[in-house]
Every structure is written in structure tokens, then in C-alpha cells.
């Protein structure tokens, strides 16, 4: 993310081009002499890594329930819909607890 490059470049003091991947060659890498600072951009690093994988799987929960239809039927003599139509209770409690 660009918020990630730009913390490296902060703490190289150093200009990468990653807007445009075309331009973006090794040598400002190096250039930038990553390893003396490599505490701060393993920090950085493993913090997107984390972002990543919280940003994936929030996608794949929106995903599951924005597509989610929930039809309700009368049960019994009630005239007012109560009952969920073809859909198990619990496994939806399931899934929203684990979500």
C-alpha cells in the first residue's frame, strides 16, 4: 500500500518511484540501503502483511452477507412472519459469531 512505501521512504530518506511499476527499478532498492534499516522495515512489512490478510478476510465477510437474503413465513397461527424460510438458525449464529 502506498502508505507502507511511503514510511520507507521516511525512514530512508530516500525517493522510490512504486506509483509507476515501469519505472520502479531495483536500483533505488538498493539505493535506498534497506538493510541498515531493517528492523523499521520488517516492522512495516509485517504490519502489511497483517493489514492484508484483516483487509482479506473483512472482504470475504462482506462478500458472504451482502448477498445474504433472509425470506420469513407465519409459523402456526401467527399472521405476523417469524419463522426464517429454508434457513437454519444455528448456522447462521454460527457464522455471525464467527464473523
Not at 58 to 69: A, F, K, P, R, S
Request: include cysteine; proline fraction near 3%.
Amino acid at each position: 500500500m502506498p502508505r507502507h512505501w511511503d514510511r520507507i521512504k521516511e525512514i530512508t530518506n530516500t525517493k522510490l518511484n512504486y506509483e509507476n511499476p515501469e519505472q520502479f527499478y531495483i536500483e533505488e532498492i538498493m539505493a535506498a540501503k534497506l538493510l541498515d534499516f531493517r528492523e523499521d522495515v520488517e516492522d512495516i512489512t509485517e504490519s502489511a502483511d497483517k493489514q492484508l490478510k484483516i483487509r482479506t478476510g473483512l472482504d470475504e465477510i462482506n462478500l458472504y452477507w451482502n448477498d445474504m437474503i433472509f425470506a420469513f413465513n407465519t409459523w402456526g397461527k401467527r399472521e405476523t412472519p417469524c419463522i426464517l424460510q429454508g434457513l437454519v438458525v444455528g448456522t447462521i449464529l454460527e457464522r455471525l459469531e464467527e464473523d
